[in-house]
């Protein structure tokens, strides 16, 4: 199983950046994923995570209201939309299968590689 995370950059600050994951070695259709991000110096967090079930979304709440996670199961890709971005998002974001997404906590089965976000003035 690869996954392979795109469409990092430099942004200022209120940019925009859309996150992609395209997966490959299995169908994403039913699996949950999600993206997590690690900022220098800092543990990595959960940003948001999608169930495969039923589509239901969990975010955290330093994201909520300003990015968007969503699934292109025919693609076997999934996205990460970042708006309104504010330097504390700068960081390396990871996407991931997940075994489980829910309100209790995210567990990750694969990884990709991670992409750099930067926000800066």
């Known amino acids: 199983v690869q996954l392979q995370a795109s469409g990092g950059g430099s942004v200022q600050p209120g940019g925009s950046l859309r996150l992609s994951c395209v997966v490959s070695g299995i169908s994403l259709r039913w699996h949950d994923i999600g993206w997590f991000r690690q900022a220098p110096g800092k543990q990595r967090e959960g940003v948001s995570c999608i169930k495969g079930n039923n589509g239901k979304i969990y975010s955290g709440s330093s994201v909520e209201g300003r990015f968007t996670i969503s699934r292109d199961d025919a693609k076997n890709t999934f996205y990460l939309q970042m708006d309104n971005l504010e330097a504390e998002d700068t960081a390396n974001y990871y996407c991931?299968?997940?075994?489980?997404?829910?309100?209790?906590?995210?567990?990750?089965?694969?990884w990709g590689r991670g992409t750099l976000v930067t926000v800066s003035s």
């Open positions: 991931a299968t997940l075994d489980d997404c829910g309100p209790g906590g995210w567990s990750a089965s694969y």
